[in-house]
């Protein structure tokens, strides 16, 4: 190898060395900001009000669920850890009636209304683009990433935010923490301190 080239390859492996360096640097001094975004979540203790259409353009206002816990599930069309965790949310659907599971689509209403008929997903899911996305900011999670899940008590307590794909035992440990809860088995404190290793 000729003295030009491996100078050459230096140069390439350094300038690699660099960009990877920035690219961790970025990331260390992003990740104050992310817990600290992540911590406002815990401030919001209410379901806050908000309206979106249906994948058919028809609007619905969350109050039309109030009464019943909900499992909010925030998603879109082109998310694969999204779409990977709708059928544990599809099975949970239709195993019981007590926990009402709730998409909210960050995407385009015929992307949404083609990919549900096609994985068979058959719980309701509200539609928006900005609309949506104005509604994820009011759980405090702008531009934070998709998919994050809301567990929500029958009296709008939020329980937990969980943000990231969800697996079957955690999906679970929701659902049963719902179930304690909205019984009376549990009180609001304790509910959350159960959610908080998630």
Same mark, same amino acid.
């Given at each position: 190898?000729?003295?030009?080239?491996?100078?050459?390859?230096?140069?390439?492996?350094?300038?690699?060395?660099?960009?990877?360096?920035?690219?961790?640097?970025?990331?260390?001094?992003?990740?104050?900001?992310?817990?600290?975004?992540?911590?406002?979540?815990?401030?919001?203790?209410?379901?806050?009000?908000?309206?979106?259409?249906?994948?058919?353009?028809?609007?619905?206002?969350?109050?039309?669920?109030?009464?019943?816990?909900?499992?909010?599930?925030?998603?879109?069309?082109?998310?694969?850890?999204?779409?990977?965790?709708?059928? $544990?949310?599809?099975?949970?659907?239709?195993?019981?009636?007590?926990?009402?599971? *709730?998409?909210? /689509?960050?995407? +385009?209403?015929? #992307?949404?209304?083609?990919?549900?008929?096609?994985?068979?997903?058959?719980?309701?899911?509200?539609?928006?683009?900005?609309?949506?996305?104005?509604?994820?900011?009011?759980?405090?999670?702008?531009?934070?990433?998709?998919?994050?899940?809301?567990?929500?008590?029958?009296?709008?307590?939020?329980?937990?935010?969980?943000?990231?794909?969800?697996?079957?035992?955690?999906?679970?440990? $929701?659902?049963?923490?719902?179930?304690?809860?909205?019984?009376?088995?549990?009180? *609001?404190?304790? /509910?959350?301190? +159960?959610?908080? #290793?998630?």
């Amino acid at each position: 190898m000729s003295a030009w080239m491996r100078w050459s390859l230096y140069a390439v492996m350094l300038l690699c060395c660099v960009i990877i360096g920035m690219g961790v640097y970025v990331e260390m001094n992003q990740a104050p900001e992310l817990a600290d975004t992540v911590n406002n979540t815990r401030e919001l203790k209410t379901l806050p009000e908000f309206s979106l259409s249906d994948m058919w353009g028809e609007q619905h206002a969350i109050g039309e669920w109030a009464g019943k816990p909900l499992l909010i599930n925030f998603w879109a069309t082109w998310c694969a850890p999204c779409r990977r965790e709708m059928p $544990l949310l599809q099975a949970l659907h239709v195993s019981q009636s007590e926990l009402q599971v *709730l998409g909210i /689509a960050i995407d +385009r209403q015929p #992307d949404v209304q083609t990919y549900m008929a096609e994985a068979g997903i058959t719980y309701p899911s509200l539609v928006g683009e900005e609309d949506a996305m104005a509604v994820s900011d009011l759980f405090g999670l702008p531009g934070l990433g998709l998919p994050f899940t809301v567990l929500v008590g029958s009296n709008a307590e939020i329980l937990t935010v969980f943000i990231g794909e969800i697996d079957a035992d955690e999906l679970n440990k $929701l659902a049963e923490t719902s179930r304690a809860f909205d019984e009376g088995r549990i009180d *609001l404190a304790t /509910a959350r301190h +159960r959610l908080l #290793d998630l």
